[in-house]
């Protein structure tokens, strides 16, 4: 047998082990792609760069362009003017805001005495109003000077103080008006009868033509002058105090100044009022003086005239009446085809409307404005603002329903027949005095219109977009009015 025998290690001391535990946090990771972009360099040499010289410009051949293509443009423009491409369409932002603003405030200082406006009109590019300037009330003959004054309101800058031209007149000018076609072109009539055309395009000597020592011509105050243009002739109609409504034909010449030639005669007399006419004169041989006048914008031959004892009266340029013994060198004819019923007071403006053939304003100083249809003597609609006088009515050219007035205590009255038939959207204090407000005048060409007071202070004003943009069925509105007025007539009747 063996035995074993252990001897224990006296300097090794034995091992003692023990287990701990500890936590970590997890080790997150994430996977990311990065695309990189492969970069070539290369070189390219390039000429200095040299300062462009500017080229001459030929003024001349500038001029000569322009001149070669200005009929065309002019063509473009009208054609565009009269497009048919948005019929139907309404734009409809700022259609239902009726506002009107003042944006000139406009006198001629170097007046040698304080003058009213007579009369307004601007020219055929919408750019140039035109002011007549004279005294409203003479008591006897005219002894003082009348001034023709015009600003270009679409200057940068404009002399508020002083017209841009001014020019003298023999007496005091009565009425204006701007040939249609022609923006240089102008006709005055003054108070001692006779009618002056101005070539405003000229530096100097712009008094072209003057109807002076004119057998038949007018021998009193001319109140009111309308053009009929057209590419083969250019007419003036003019109205006196004396009764005549004369017409005359302006013959325009490149190389020579205009002529002016009275070629038709007619006069307005008491023999053509019938006796049991509320206002018929007391004597059937005299003269009745016209005060206002209108012509149709569809039928040249047809206009109505206003006059001093408140006659309305139809009249046409084709009136086949025996002459009257009144003429000495043209035979003088009665123009009247119809008496409508009449103010109770001077009238002192008419107008047809532009978008209806029978439809025409009156205004006149018994305080009201009437509207008629020319087939009725009855006015349809009478209009009584309550602003005493009312001197200046006039249709916008834009807006068939919209028409404006002016009053002898210093308002503008804005009609908007689409709003209101009873009386107007707005009423603006012209100036602070309450003076009277004789001359209105809208801007065929854009969206203001002008007035003239007895100061001689003339304003434009600016219309919003619901004043001076047509709207939809607008034209059928004013059709609807005429038709009605018409079958309300011919009720009456």
Same mark, same amino acid.
């Given at each position: 047998?063996?035995t ?5 290690? =006296? ?14 946090s ?10 990189s ?6 070189e390219?040499?390039?000429?200095s ?21 200005e009929?065309m ?14 019929k ?6 700022g ?13 001629h200082?170097?007046?040698e005495?304080?003058m009213?406006?007579?009369?307004l009109?601007?020219?055929?590019s ?5 002011v ?24 940068g ?5 002083k017209a ?9 000018l009565?009425c ?7 923006p ?15 070539d405003l ?8 033509c003057?109807?002076?020592? !004119?057998?038949?011509?007018h ?13 083969k ?8 105090m ?7 034909e302006?013959?325009?010449?490149r ?34 003086g ?6 149709s914008?569809?039928?040249?031959s ?14 046409s =340029?084709?009136?086949t ?8 060198k043209?035979q003088?004819?009665s123009?009247?085809?119809?008496v409508y ?5 001077p ?17 006149? =100083?018994?305080?009201?404005i ?23 009515v006039?249709?916008s050219p834009a807006r ?16 908007d027949?689409?709003?209101s038939? !009873? ?5 603006i ?5 309450? =003076?009277?407000?004789?001359?209105i ?7 203001t219109?002008?007035t ?10 600016k ?19 005429a ?11």
């Open positions: 047998d063996q074993c025998i252990s001897c224990p290690s =006296t300097w090794q001391k034995s091992r003692s082990l023990k287990s701990r535990l500890t936590q970590t997890a080790l997150l990771t994430n996977d990311a792609a990065a695309q972009y492969d970069v070539c360099s290369t390219v040499q390039t000429d760069l040299q300062p462009k010289k500017e080229k001459d410009h030929n003024m001349e051949d500038i001029a000569r362009f322009l001149k070669s293509v009929g443009v002019v063509k473009n423009l009208n054609d565009n003017l009269n497009t048919k491409a948005f139907g369409m309404e734009n409809v932002l259609m239902h805001s009726s506002s009107v603003n003042n944006t000139l405030t406009l006198n200082a170097p007046l005495f304080q009213s406006v007579q009369d009109s601007w020219n055929a919408g750019s140039v109003v035109g007549a300037y004279g005294k409203h009330d003479h008591e006897d003959w005219c002894t003082h000077k009348g001034m023709f004054c015009m600003w270009n309101v679409d200057r800058r404009i002399n508020v103080n841009d031209q001014a020019l003298d007149v023999s007496s005091c009565m204006i008006e701007y040939h249609p076609i022609l240089n072109l102008c006709a005055g009539g003054a108070f001692n009868g006779q009618i002056v055309i101005w395009s000229r530096t100097e000597d712009m008094e072209v003057i109807s002076k020592n !004119v057998e038949d011509g021998h009193e105050p001319v109140t009111k002058l309308c053009w009929q243009a057209s590419s002739s250019n007419m003036l109609l003019s109205l006196g004396d009764g005549k409504v004369l017409r005359w302006v013959k325009l010449s190389y020579q100044d205009p002529e002016l030639t009275l070629v038709q005669g007619f006069v307005i007399t008491g023999s053509y009022i019938p006796r049991d006419h509320p206002t018929a004169p007391s004597s059937r041989t005299a003269d009745i016209g005060t206002a006048m209108s012509f914008k569809e039928d040249e047809l206009f109505v005239v206003g006059t001093e004892s408140g006659l309305v009266l139809k009249c =340029t084709l009136s009446e025996l002459p009257l013994d009144k003429g000495i043209i003088f004819r123009p009247i085809t119809l019923n009449s103010h109770n007071g009238v002192y403006d008419v107008d047809f409307s532009p978008a209806h053939r029978n439809l025409f304003l009156t205004a006149s =100083t018994d305080g009201t009437r509207l008629y249809n020319t087939l009725q003597p009855k006015p349809f609609q009478v209009l009584e603002p309550v602003s005493g006088y009312v001197f200046g006039q249709w068939p329903l919209v028409f404006a007035a002016t009053t002898a205590n210093g308002s503008l009255l804005i009609y027949l689409k709003k038939r !009873v009386g107007p959207v707005l009423q204090p012209v100036n602070q005095t309450r =003076t009277p407000v004789y001359s005048a809208f801007n065929a060409k854009s969206d219109l002008s003239g007071d007895s100061k001689g202070t003339v304003k434009v004003w219309l919003s977009q619901g004043l001076s943009s047509q709207m939809r069925g607008e034209v059928k509105l004013l059709e609807r009015i038709a009605s007025s018409y079958d309300r007539c011919f009720k009456m009747t």
